[in-house]
């Protein structure tokens, strides 16, 4: 009989470890799984972004810095001018 319970408690023993071994090694598995998707996320995130928003503001800017230039600008320039000379 207390070959029996000797049995009884090494096999108890021996499920625990291996339970907690499979626990250890699923948690690393998700803990691998849950960086990998955050790592592919940021990366899309980080393309979107600059894709989509990023390239708009850039053009805007350029759009922004091309009406300088323009004819219409300098010559609501040269308008003000005159406005101004005559006040």
């Known amino acids: 009989m207390l070959g029996v319970g000797v049995l009884v408690i090494c096999g108890e023993a021996v ?3 291996v339970s907690e071994a499979i626990k ?4 690393k598995l998700f803990k691998h799984i849950q960086d990998e998707f955050i790592s592919a996320r940021s990366k899309k995130f980080h393309a979107t972004f600059l894709s989509e928003f990023w390239h ?3 053009n805007r800017l350029k759009s922004g810095a091309a009406i300088v230039k323009s004819k219409e600008f300098q010559d609501c320039q040269t308008c003000l001018k005159k406005a101004s000379k005559k006040i």
């Open 15 to 17: 499920v625990y470890s």
């Open 56 to 58: 708009d503001v850039v």
């Open 24 to 27: 250890l090694s699923l948690a």
